[in-house]
């Protein structure tokens, strides 16, 4: 191993052990809102001094944060940054569903200037809470926040203690969070620097105190629907820092709540009927039997195949009428005459076979085809012995002929 490697490779495992080092514990509470804050700050310090650097520590950094081995975050888990130069932040309510695993967070940091990364890890231990879900839950439209601004501990802070004094309750925690452009709220003009409004749920153990109701007063109710402010009397609590919509407060006493599907109403044609949840196939499948298969495609037609079979054979065999019943069911008479025609064409045949020993003297050539002249035959030797025999067999082999003669006539 060369030097440099053992450089590379030594600055390798010190990267790792100091990554190690850099892990983070957190121990949020299931149903109560969770804010981690990824400053600035603290991952400059992870990034090399850059030597013609003016403005160091003002360098632009982004973050990117995910589940460890997944390209996202948890579904709970929501990440914030307006600007590279404003901190980070990360923040949901975590449920009770997820209580137990460890959920392991990766940050890696971007400087946007020297393109350099860093990476640490967040590790959030949800904790279970015995009084988990607070059953009072109230949720607040605040006009003049942006959600970033409402994350910040002290600002969090100063709004729970206003609520704490207008509801007086043992226990009160922050739920959740909402920008209003994820309820679908607008992006504000540039102007007056408005802000994007956000929702803030806050958990209480007692009822909701009069002051909180006030809003459901007829008279105020009145002056919801013609969009005026309603009349609420502990609204200068908020008014110094928090512009409160009273209009869009709303009161959920999670005991009472009855489920809102009981009653739906008819869909309609055009929308398919409800199947329930989606219930996907096991993964252990059966193995499938294939008996009734096996009967129907093999064992019957083999079976019908099989009593064809003998039922054929049977037939062919033992029930075949042979040449001895038809020979029994013909008059005697066309038997003879039947069997007589056949010894004479063996007859025939046997004579014809002898005379094609040599050619007829007939069929030879007397005039040469050119010149007309006569041609003696090619072998007179054989005219002599073959056209002989031929008319003395034909003559003395009458015999058969006429007795076959004889018998047709
Ligand atoms: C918090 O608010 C977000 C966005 O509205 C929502 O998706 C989430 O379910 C809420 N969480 C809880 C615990 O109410």
Redesign the pocket.
Known sequence: MSTAAVAVWLSTVVTILSRSHADRNVYPSA?VLFVHVLEREYFKGEFPPYPKSGDASNDPITFNTNLMGYPDRPG?LRYIQRTPHSDGVLYG?P?AEHVGKPTVIEITAYNRRTFETARHNLVINIMATEEFPLPYQAEFYIKNMNVEEMLASEVLGDFLGAVKNVWQPERLNA??I?SAL??GGRVPLPINNLKEGVYV?VGADVPFSSCLREVESPHNQLRCSQEMEPVISCDKKFRAQFHIDWCKISLVDITKVIPVYINRPDPGTGILPEFGEYDPPSESLKSRDYFADFLVTLAIPSAVALVLFFILGYTMCCRREGVEKRNMQTPDIQLVHHSSIQKSTKELRSMSKNREISWPLSTLPVFNPVSGEVVPPIHPDNYETTSMPLMQTQTVQSGPWDEFVKCKN
Do not use: V
């Open positions: 149903g709970w309510s449920t739920i959740n909402t994820d309820r749920m």
